[in-house]
């Protein structure tokens, strides 16, 4: 029989770590830690191909980012029955992790739309698999940002890599709808969520403010600058959607 142990265990963050180990009284074992795994950079924009050789095991792949870019991360079974499964980590720790978002087209790939990275510096994927082993590609890529205007109507579809940007002015009040798009059998099958992030990196969002699987964020923007509207869906389903920014109200909060 081989040895207990864990394989390919990404730790979340910088600290201290303690290993506990439950054994028969009268017991000797050995314990040894060790960086078993050499990460393999990939840059953004780029495609590679990976394999999982063994269960419970991981690879780990590296990028350079920025404070505030955005990615798309896909990791796709290629062969064998492996279930892929994503996270990734920044110099501050684990960002975002993923098993089955799919694509919408084989929901057991996993992919991370919209990563916006919160440092500058070297990120972390760590590959594996939440059952079985096999062959996959993983890809990072530029997520697409435009720009949207206040009264402009634009379309789009989850998931994809959609950004949209507009320049806001602290102490305004504005009003994001995201709206799901009729299908041709008469449902909606979006249920959208709307994400707002701030010049300063938080984000408020929206599920179930609008009409039957609509968002509707209404906020006042604290700062001046640039905002980034994330359209997102709440229970990683597919669907298009028409998305516009409306300003009812520009006021100077006291």
């Given at each position: 029989?081989?040895?207990?142990?864990?394989?390919?265990?990404?730790?979340?963050?910088?600290?201290?770590?303690?290993?506990?180990?439950?054994?028969?009284?009268?017991?000797?074992?050995?314990?040894?830690?060790?960086?078993?795994?050499t990460p393999?950079?990939?840059?953004?924009?780029?495609?590679?191909?990976?394999?999982?050789?063994?269960?419970?095991?991981?690879?780990?792949?590296?990028?350079?980012?920025?404070?505030?870019?955005?990615?798309?991360?896909?990791?796709?079974?290629?062969?064998?029955?492996?279930?892929?499964?994503?996270?990734?980590?920044?110099?501050?720790?684990?960002?975002?992790?993923?098993?089955?978002?799919?694509?919408?087209?084989?929901?057991?790939?996993?992919?991370?739309?919209?990563?916006?990275?919160?440092?500058?510096?070297?990120?972390?994927?760590?590959?594996?698999?939440?059952?079985?082993?096999?062959?996959?590609?993983?890809?990072?890529?530029?997520?697409?940002?435009?720009p949207i205007?206040?009264?402009?109507?634009?379309?789009?579809?989850?998931?994809?890599?959609?950004?949209?940007?507009?320049?806001?002015?602290?102490?305004?009040?504005?009003?994001?709808?995201?709206?799901?798009?009729?299908?041709?059998?008469?449902?909606?099958?979006?249920?959208?969520?709307?994400?707002?992030?701030?010049?300063?990196?938080?984000?408020?969002?929206?599920?179930?403010?609008?009409?039957?699987?609509d968002a509707?964020?209404?906020?006042?923007?604290?700062?001046?600058?640039?905002?980034?509207?994330?359209?997102?869906?709440?229970?990683?389903?597919?669907?298009?959607?028409?998305?516009?920014?409306?300003?009812?109200?520009?006021?100077?909060?006291?």
């Open positions: 029989n081989s040895a207990p142990g864990i394989r390919g265990q990404a730790l979340d963050s910088a600290g201290l770590y303690r290993v506990i180990v439950n054994t028969a009284p009268t017991t000797q074992y050995d314990l040894r830690l060790a960086s078993a795994i393999t950079e990939i840059a953004i924009g780029k495609t590679a191909v990976g394999e999982i050789r063994e269960a419970d095991s991981s690879d780990l792949w590296t990028f350079t980012g920025t404070h505030n870019q955005f990615v798309n991360v896909t990791m796709r079974q290629t062969g064998g029955t492996i279930d892929p499964v994503l996270r990734v980590f920044g110099p501050k720790g684990l960002i975002d992790e993923d098993d089955d978002s799919g694509l919408g087209l084989r929901n057991h790939d996993a992919f991370l739309s919209k990563l916006r990275l919160p440092d500058d510096g070297e990120f972390v994927i760590a590959a594996t698999s939440s059952g079985g082993t096999g062959a996959y590609t993983i890809t990072v890529a530029p997520s697409s940002v435009e205007s206040v009264g402009q109507i634009v379309t789009g579809t989850v998931p994809g890599d959609a950004l949209w940007t507009f320049q806001g002015n602290a102490g305004q009040l504005v009003r994001i709808n995201q709206e799901s798009t009729r299908a041709p059998d008469g449902s909606y099958p979006l249920d959208a969520l709307v994400r707002l992030i701030l010049p300063d990196g938080t984000t408020r969002e929206d599920d179930q403010s609008g009409v039957d699987n509707m964020l209404v906020t006042v923007l604290p700062l001046d600058g640039t905002y980034t509207v994330v359209p997102n869906s709440y229970e990683n389903n597919d669907g298009d959607y028409r998305l516009t920014i409306v300003s009812p109200v520009t006021q100077t909060l006291g």
